[in-house]
């Protein structure tokens, strides 16, 4: 269990247009079956005092998208804060590149997401970076982009540092296109249950292995595995 920092109670946010990937009239459909998911977010930067400008969720079947671009009424807020939490409720597993420090206690700040439903959310939150951090030191943990091209994937389209630069400049058709990429590209990355994480260690949805004179040495008990 990963509890999220306490949300920014009187933390002001004046709405948000929702949009969806594919062109939906319901961005949160009744019937959408539990199975995991992937999510990530852009921002204006990275302390509590910036927003957030892009959010992205994938399925296997469907991506949804919602855009600051339009954020100007509190009914438009209210719209996204609850279509993102029903995905991240109905998810059996939520992936998530760094999302245990940073995309779910940003979406709790935001959003002013409760500390009960935010813990159920880590409790089934997959963050590969999460558990290597702690188990390997930062200075084994690598970025996406390079996890993406060892395990066969597409890059990232640009850099994290652009995306503020994007929302600045309006570019929002270019943002989601970047946000929903590296979204799923994390789905992909689970498809098969296992990535390799860096030369000689593997992640699973079992643990964090280490392959060594081709045995594997199971390291812990938690989501990350080395092998």
């Known amino acids: 269990f990963f509890q999220a920092e306490d949300g920014i109670r009187d933390y002001k946010v004046t709405g ?8 939906s009239n319901d961005p949160l459909p009744v019937s959408a079956p539990e199975s ?8 204006t930067g990275l302390t509590a005092s910036d927003t957030i400008t892009c959010v992205c969720v994938a ?7 919602w855009t600051a671009e339009h954020w100007a009424d509190e009914d438009g807020w209210a719209v996204a804060r609850d279509a993102i939490a029903g995905h991240l409720d109905r998810a059996s597993l939520i992936y998530a590149y760094n ?11 935001h959003f002013a997401y409760s500390n009960a439903q935010v813990g159920a959310w880590m409790r089934k939150l997959v963050d590969p970076l999460y558990a290597a951090r ?20 597409p890059r ?8 503020p630069r994007m929302a600045t400049e309006g570019r929002w058709d270019e943002l989601v ?25 593997r992640y699973t949805l079992v643990g964090l292995f280490k392959v060594q004179d081709r ?13």
Not at 16 to 22: D, H, K, R, S, Y
Not at 99 to 109: N, V
């Open 134 to 153: 702690a188990l390997l030191g930062l200075g084994a943990c690598p970025k996406l982009d390079d996890v993406l091209a060892l395990n066969g994937l």
């Open 177 to 201: 296109d970047y946000c929903r990429h590296d979204t799923r590209m994390t789905l992909e990355l689970f498809r098969n249950g296992s990535i390799h994480w860096t030369q000689g260690v």
């Open 36 to 43: 995991p998911i992937a999510i990530d977010i852009e921002t």
């Open 156 to 163: 990232k389209t640009a850099r994290g540092q652009d995306a």
């Open 215 to 227: 045995k594997s040495t199971r390291l812990n008990s938690s989501h990350l595995v080395i092998s």
């Open 16 to 23: 948000v247009q929702t949009c969806a990937l594919p062109i």
């Open 59 to 65: 399925s296997h079947v469907h991506d949804w998208a």
């Open 99 to 109: 999302g245990a420090s940073f995309d779910i206690p940003f979406l709790q700040r």
